[in-house]
């Protein structure tokens, strides 16, 4: 099959799916959905090339992921096969989406059987239910369900897809523009992942692994004497003083992003927010907190439990403390007994000692999100 290549999509944004997490970041095993289906098609087969289209914002991330040829998708399912097809030049080309996880090799192989005779091969599976089309019942023998992955002569489908129109499948295209379209018998166990509830009908894929990431952060900010509070752990403390800093400061929601960016293995705030962009002017860390917990559940993780450790000489904290917890609670979706707020001095050691400026510490665990939670019966 070595002039075959595998496009595997997956920069699908997720949205009929109904979990905090994407489709193509829900974990089997210790492996990312995409990267689970990439793995499980090396295996089925020697292809030439193996393309995985992204989302422009997941594409790093992914490269963590290891060695895989991953190109940026686009805003349809069809403008991302185009941007991969750009990438393939074997004489065929097996179109997968992400969420077709559990595809058998006997299928493969009646695929590649079936396309020396046609442009482009698709498995289908019968009906076997009475089907009735504008109130009329029609032979369920001329019925087929359409499958993916499709097999097409890759010259074949880069022509269909040069036109404007959008199709559900590469078949439909292929057939549109003139192409050969012939039909082998799918799998019922190769069922497409869509809604929540599938995922316990995918045979194929592992409970989520038990593991626990833990991550820490460290944030300092000086004291800024022409404001008049400062904002701690998402609360104002009318102090008298604030922070010098390009957002609103607050020293303790950088130092636990930075905690969960470290759990999550997504780098530091300074790389998802430069200083130097002048978007980040003045912004509510809430909101930068907000935008981490979006991204880490979208990578399929949950948080257990956050532990942050101000230090401090002035202002008082103690009264804020329970304050503190509250709002990081609300904020981060933990119950308050997930959430530790600790406030600390130097004994007037040091820059904090001196009333410089504040510190904080934080530490943050993450699992995956467990997809087989409430979806077991
Ligand atoms: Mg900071």
Known sequence: MGNISLVLLAAGSSTRFGLPVKKQWLRTGQKPLWQFVADRFAKLGTFSDIIITASAQELPYMRLYGDYHIVTGGASRQESLRNALNEVSSEYVLVSDVARACFEQETLQRLTDAIQHADVAVPV???SDTVVYHNETIDREHVKRVQTPQLSRTSVLKQALQSSEEFTDDSSAVVAAGGKRVLVNGSQEALK????????????????????????GFDVHAFDTTKKSLMLCGVEVPCGYGFLA????????????????????????????????????????????????????????????????????????????????????????????????????????????????????ASANLKYYNWMQGHTN
């Open 125 to 127: 599976i019968d009906v």
């Open 193 to 216: 992942i869509t809604f929540p509830q599938d995922l316990l009908k995918a045979s194929c894929l592992q409970p989520p692994a038990p593991d626990t990431f833990s991550g820490t």
């Open 246 to 361: 390009h957002s609103d400061g607050d020293v303790a929601i950088h130092a636990l992003i930075d905690a969960l960016l470290g759990a999550s293995g997504m780098g530091d705030i300074g790389e998802l927010f430069p200083d130097t962009d002048e978007r980040y002017a003045g912004i509510d860390s809430k909101k930068l907190l907000q935008d981490v917990l979006q991204r880490l559940r979208g990578y399929g993780f949950e948080l257990v439990n956050i532990d942050l450790t101000i230090i401090a000489q002035k202002p008082r904290l103690g009264s804020y403390k329970q304050e503190f917890r509250k709002t990081l609670a609300q904020l981060t979706e933990l119950p308050p007994v997930h959430v530790n707020i600790k406030a600390t001095t130097t004994e007037k050691l040091g820059f904090t000692g001196r009333g410089e400026g504040v510190a904080v510490m």
